[in-house]
């Protein structure tokens, strides 16, 4: 029995409309009847043949928001175009190009490397890393007397000396140190321990135990509070360069035979300077310059204790700190240390070996630990009359130690001119006992001259500003 499909006429289907539940459809028939085009509304009936079967079959491809639009027109007012859907394909194409522009705009500055830091920042400040492979003369003769030896070389062969009768305990307390952190070095190794774990051990194995040997005198400084950013070295500005009354040399291209003591400081005295009130022309510091040194926050610092010092001389050391004198706790918040005079940059085993970074941290370290001195002798000598007889004071000299893993440098810090130099004076790896036991007795040699002649000096130079404040105040 034949079947067929009629189709109304235009003027039918206007004055009659088709209603909404012819066209949809049914589930229970699977018979499927979409509205037609009003151009191929035709007042004819069309034979089922397989021809116009397969016709109307492509028709009901339409998507399904064509067939809602169509299926709306007859029983609601016409509307606007659908809205694009988000997902589709040239929606995303259009919006592609505006994302990665945005994010080529989002980029931040990329940070220099540690390489790239060292040759701009460091440099600009006059901060050099191995440009003086031999110190000066005066250095040298400071380092031999400190550590006992006749050559640099021989650093940490000697036995512990002096002339008190600890020294026996204390030379024994350092062999159990050296053969324990060996152990344990040798240990970390093979667990490829990382920088935490280094940093503690050696804190905890060797250096705590150390300062404890001088507990009323030393202070140990481990927090992660950064120092005080005014002790970075200042680069020169263009005044300085062009307008200086002598021809500028270079001073790290000097060789060790034209490095000659620093002249005394300063060459004329100022009697009635104030003592404690801020300098009026003190720069300004700007902390948001890329290309300045950065803050220097070391793993571990070694000075006096505040506990060290008379109860006057304290005072002083307070009082200058406050008025930005002498910043003798270089500690944003004080921990109670000054002068800090050893400087512990330690990082643990790694597949990118990053050395450089770490002398950078301790060059910069060394050289705001270098300016605290300075401005204490300045201070000091400032009200000092001077005359020719006066003999020019040895270079300031200060010590750090790099590790990276199991391999511990041992570094000295002075300044050649207005340039603060960093040069190497051994190497250690402390998975070898001999090494590990040097490398510990050169650590006790250290200690041992910050609480004896570096404290010294120091002393010396608060009893200068004490005896000006004496005779200020009887007058």
Not at 127 to 142: K, L
Not at 408 to 423: C, N, P, R
Not at 429 to 436: F, L, P, S
Not at 443 to 457: C, F, M
């Amino acid at each position: 029995m034949k079947r067929a499909l009629s189709c109304p006429d235009s003027e039918q289907t206007h004055s009659h409309p088709l209603s909404p539940k012819r066209l949809r459809k049914s589930s229970d028939t699977g018979h499927c009847c979409l509205p037609l085009d009003a151009s191929s509304r035709l007042s004819r009936t069309l034979p089922l043949t397989p021809e116009n079967l397969q016709a109307l079959c492509s028709q009901s491809t339409l998507s399904i928001g064509e067939w809602a639009s169509h299926d709306d027109s007859f029983g609601e007012p016409e509307m606007g175009p659908p809205t694009p859907s988000v997902t589709s394909n040239d929606s995303s194409q259009r919006r592609r190009p505006s994302k990665l522009s945005y994010r080529r705009r989002s980029q931040s500055p990329s940070k220099k490397t540690s390489t790239q830091y060292r040759s701009r920042n460091m440099a600009d400040a006059s901060v050099f890393v191995d440009h003086c492979h031999d110190p000066p003369w005066d250095v040298t003769d400071q380092l031999k007397h400190i550590f006992g030896v006749s050559m640099l070389d021989d650093i940490g062969h000697a036995s512990f000396s002096g002339g008190n009768s600890c020294v026996p305990a204390i030379q024994s307390t350092i062999a159990e140190l050296a053969e324990k952190y060996c152990c344990k070095s040798r240990q970390m190794t093979k667990d490829c321990a990382g920088e935490g774990q280094w940093k503690s051990h050696l804190l905890t194995i060797l250096v705590e135990p150390m300062q404890e040997l001088w507990p009323n005198i030393l202070k140990l400084s481990a927090s992660e509070k950064p120092w005080t950013s005014e002790l970075r070295p200042t680069p020169p500005s263009f005044e300085d360069i062009l307008y200086n009354d002598s021809p500028h040399v270079e001073s790290h291209q000097l060789t060790t035979e034209h490095q000659t003591l620093p002249p005394p400081l300063p060459a004329q005295t100022f009697p009635d300077t104030p003592i404690f009130s801020a300098p009026s022309n003190a720069p300004s510091d700007v902390t948001d310059d890329p290309n300045r040194i950065s803050i220097p926050k070391p793993d571990i610092a070694l000075g006096l204790a505040h506990t060290s010092f008379a109860r006057l001389q304290g005072k002083i050391l307070w009082d200058l700190q406050d008025n930005n004198r002498v910043l003798s706790g270089p500690h944003q918040s004080g921990v109670g240390l000054h002068f800090p005079f050893l400087i512990i940059e330690a990082k643990g085993l790694a597949t990118g070996s990053n050395m450089v970074g770490v002398q950078n941290q301790a060059a910069v370290g060394g050289a705001c630990a270098l300016n605290i001195f300075r401005d204490l002798k300045v201070i000091a000598t400032i009200h000092v009359p001077y005359t020719s007889s006066n003999q020019p004071k040895p270079r300031q000299i200060l010590f750090s130690v790099v590790t990276e893993g199991p391999v511990h440098e041992m570094w000295v810090h002075y300044q050649i001119g207005e340039a603060y130099h960093m040069t190497v004076l051994r190497i250690w790896r402390t998975t070898i006992r001999k090494e590990a036991r040097e490398f510990v007795q050169a650590l006790g040699e250290i200690l041992k001259w910050g609480v004896g002649d570096l404290r010294a000096s120091v002393l010396k130079e608060l009893t200068t500003i004490e005896t000006v404040l004496r005779e200020r105040r009887i007058e």
